[in-house]
């Protein structure tokens, strides 16, 4: 498989980025900070599913600052020539999305869960092994820089197995020893409480026989007791005929009885009612009488008080004339003040206007551009492009030099470089002497540019100069004509108040015309205060009628009303009268067929015979609970019984389990681990071996011992000699790490690896080896190992992989 190209957006540093990838050897090159591990951490996040966390302690430092949300998409070209891309969103609702791509547009395949999506991306990239994905990307294929050497110098040789027993996939069989130790344990407890539980239930099935003689003896006395209470309930039901008759009797009675209280009581309560109707009658006749005399009074202050209102409408309209004519005095004065105050403002306007006119006139001719700098300053651009060009050939001439010097250095014995023989290019001639003439000539020829782009410089900035003055005149000058502007519609304006004066004479003459003919108007209310004192004083002589008048017209207006009610109160008492002697003769009717002595004796009947069925029914309730507890415990000994024989068989199944165990412990979990172990070591060894000696370029020979300690072997005096990680140098332990991990990633079958920052504590030799060894892979090199890489991704700040790699991005 081959990645394609990956698109970052809103990721650490990288806000919107998308790169482009080749097959073989990608090198992402640049300086610190600038995302080159990011790249790596992205792939691991989007392809292989790795969590965010593991890269970052917070998810949000894994976005760029401020940002809410990021997103990465990965597009890979499957071994089928397929072409898929998978996007992972980063933040709040992550969404892990594959597509394929159809028809020049990748369409999403449909997936229900996350699970499903990754199964399905494990599967494309040929790495369904049942591993975790993002297992195999943290701990093989892509390990992260600061867990790059951890596993290969742990200290402890149980943690260090375990460590690679894990990354090689095998740590399953020892687990499974280990874990399969409790549940041996767990099936011998098994058995041990199934046999506690078989003897307590034969304990409790001893009662079985007595629990059903005892259902048999209560279902009889039940159907006994149902039988009682059968005839015992028909002559209740009699009883309560008889009594429903009674009670009926009696409700009746006590209902007249009821009724006739009612009725002596509202007929009580009538005879008072109509004797305080008879008072307000004779109320409503007096006021009647005292209606009569006052209502001439009542007339007179009636007019009095419409004469009063008219007189007061005048007395306000003449108030209202007194406010405008104070107005229309006030309106004149203000505008013979205004005026005056015009006239002063449009002579001092007028003089100012004059003054800055000469004043801007003055300012414009000294503002106006020498013709001399203008020219100067027309010149700038054409004096740029002229020093631009020499200095672009004074650069050329630089590199020319470079060139020169490099070339004699490296032809000083006049060797070609790239065929590796002699130079027919130079030949006779001594090699040196070619470059010096050369490089003498180039010298000159910089220096007459330098002298000249010194000149041109000098010219561009008196040309520079000239054009700021010129810009600086310009400025000015907009500047006066927005001025001389603003005195135009300055001067505009005062003309504009010389045409309002007239405005405001005649304004002025038109308020005091209208003062006058306002104060004419005021000679008709002279007499008007005297009328309303007249009025008033007639108004307070009959406020005395007028107030008995109000005071008794409701009552002598309700006379009729209350004379008709005292009627339709006596006819109503009459009525009263008549029912309650009619109540009293059906008293004494029901009185004659009542028997109180027969109704109490029927009554006792009754509680008797509800005392007796409620007996009986508890009596049955109690030994239907009685049949249904030991029904309940009969099933529940009958289920023990059953349950009892399935525990038996239970035993026997537990103990063939336990034999099982004991033999899959003893013989297969215990050893299996181990011999995958040594073979894994053998086969990565062997691989891991040819790589080391290519980056170490020695005789040296790398073995992955017991525990996966990592050992160099070599000959010393004739005699072989073994050295662990604690005794090898920075750099033999990287060359190490670096086969190791080659050969490791061979081997699980990963057709492509990150490698980040891979030359760590490597010298400038074996950093050449390590390249040729990458290339050497590449290429399928029998003396390294064969092609079993798509595309290799490193990390690096050296040069010498910009030699070996297919491609290289800058950051």
Known sequence: MQILSIHLKNIKSHCDKELSFSAGINVLSGPNGAGKSTIFEAIGYALFGVDAKDFVSNVDRFLSIGAKKGEISVVFQADDGETYRVSRTVGAGV?????????GGFEVEDHARIEETETRIAEILGLANGRALADQFK???GPFQNDFLGPFVIKQPAKRQEAFDEILGIDAWRKTYKGTSGLLSAVQERIKILTVEVTGKQEQLAVLPEK?????TAAHDMAGKEQSLKDKSIALQESEQRLIDLDSREKCIAALVNEIQILETRIKDGEGKIAEQRLRVDEADKAQKALNESKAGKDAFEKAEVLLMELRRKDQERRGIEKEIASLEKEA???NQALVHERSEIENTGTQLAEDQNRLDQARQEVLADDQIAEVAAKLPELRQKAEQQRAQRSLLDGRSESLLEGKDKLAEGICPFFQEKCSNIAGTVPRDVFTNRIDDLSRQMKELDVLIEELSRQVKVAETAEKDMNAREVRLQELDKQIHSLDERRKKNQERVAGMA???????????LADTRKAALQAFVSLDQEIERAEKERSQHQAARDAFNANQKDALDFADRTQKLNNMLRLLEDLRIQLKAKQSDL?????SYQPEKHQEVRQEKEQLVIETTTLRQQIIDIGKNCTRLEAEIAHLTKLKADMAEKQAAIKGYEEKERLVKFLRNQVFKNVSTQLSERFREEISLHADRI?????????ELYWGDNYQVTLRDLQDGVIRERSD??????????AVVALRLALLQTIGARIAFFDEPTSNLDAARRENLAHAFRAIDVGREEVAEHWYDQLFLVSHDVTFTEITDKIIEL
């Open 139 to 141: 701990l093989v294929i």
């Open 95 to 103: 969404k892990w999305l594959l597509a394929k791509e159809i028809g």
């Open 212 to 216: 059903e003689a005892d259902f048999n």
């Open 333 to 335: 004065l203000r505008l």
């Open 726 to 735: 604690d005794q090898l140098s920075g750099g033999q332990i990287m060359s």
């Open 503 to 513: 405005s405001l004479i005649a304004r002025q003459a038109e308020a005091g015309k």
């Open 692 to 700: 080391y000696r290519t980056i170490a370029d020695s005789d040296e």
């Open 588 to 592: 004494a009717m029901q009185w004659e």
